[in-house]
């Protein structure tokens, strides 16, 4: 118990922590507006505002595929964004009540 304790206290720091890297942020882009009638296909797009390369991550957000949005995970894309990485953090599509559905989801988000 008191090791799952210290891990969420862990990672609510992490996730809270803000660099010192600017960045510039684009919200709401369709990222395939072909693929979902729904508007789900939204992603928020932070970009390091120096020029050079960066490390790209693709941010989730949680919800076994019934609930929850990408506004979840501001704060983690923010922090990630601020020690300079490119970050997108996306929507997906989320399953109805039937489990038939969601294995049919899931494909939609790959590695």
Known sequence: MKSLLFAL???SSCA???GASKYDTKLNLQYNPTLYEDGRS???LYIPQEDGQYPGVIVVHGGGWQSRSKEDMDLVSKSLASHG???MNINYRLAPNS???FFRSCPRVKT
């Open 16 to 18: 809270s922590y803000i």
């Open 9 to 11: 206290l862990f990672l």
């Open 42 to 44: 939204l992603a928020d």
């Open 85 to 87: 990485f490119v970050v």
């Open 99 to 101: 489990t038939s559905i």
